[in-house]
T-cell receptor
């Protein structure tokens, strides 16, 4: 089973709202990723968790707050977002954080619209 | 820094034809890994094929094969007997042990298979 699930599929929020995106995998992967993807563009890496610890933060604004409560779950907390944050947010996972060559498996994404 | 270039923003072919998507990359490293990912419209990004740089043999997966030219830093994807379901955005991606867990993506090629 090479499945990464994400909820919700769609999210509309105002600039003063607080919301969370959820990502789950049950493949035993120990690296998990958040990407942001604008239309017709490649994904841009935001955060990487290795063994449930934040290992990479690509200088993402603090209005995005990641959390990895356990090895299967990854959250992205959103607060005071801007309209330009509207995008597809992708979660991915890979088996072994120490093995960079391993395939990253992507979820279907959450399409976020900030009004 | 590593870069990945896909010089064909859009391509269109007839069903059953063979099509080749180009990808070049720039790196000073000798050990790295290359990927082709497929992202159908409004659907999940999935791995099509991967290549280890130390392997001279070109990777193949059913109708998908690559032409890996290490000296030329070229990694093209050939799709044989194209099908309507191959319509998607195709991303070439690169990762190296020195690049931590960061996948470097090209800008993508939008491929349309016409009936």
């Amino acid at each position: 089973d090479t499945e990464v699930t994400q909820t919700p599929k769609h999210l509309v929020m105002g600039m003063t709202n607080k919301k969370s995106l959820k990502c789950e995998q049950h493949m035993g992967h120990r690296a998990m990723y958040w990407y942001k993807q604008k239309a017709k563009k490649p994904p841009e890496l935001m955060f990487v968790y290795s063994y449930e610890k934040l290992s990479i933060n690509e200088s993402v604004p603090s209005r995005f707050s990641p959390e990895c409560p356990n090895s299967s779950l990854l959250n992205l907390h959103l607060h005071a977002l801007q309209p330009e944050d509207s995008a597809l947010y992708l979660c991915a996972s890979s088996q072994n954080p120490a093995m960079q060559q391993e395939t990253q498996y992507f979820g279907p994404g959450t399409r976020l619209l900030v009004l | 820094a590593q870069t990945v270039t896909q010089s064909q923003p859009e391509m269109s072919v007839q069903e059953a034809e063979t099509v080749t998507l180009s990808c070049t990359y720039d790196t000073s490293e000798s050990n790295y890994y290359l990927f082709w990912y497929k992202q159908p419209p409004s659907r999940q990004m999935i791995l099509v094929i991967r290549q280890e740089a130390y392997k001279q043999q070109n990777a193949t997966e059913n109708r998908f094969s690559v032409n890996f030219q290490k000296a030329a830093k070229s990694f093209s994807l050939k799709i044989s007997d194209s099908q309507l379901g191959d319509t998607a955005m195709y991303f070439c991606a690169f990762i190296s042990p020195q690049g931590a867990q960061k996948l470097v993506f090209g800008q993508g090629t939008r491929l349309t298979i016409n009936p």
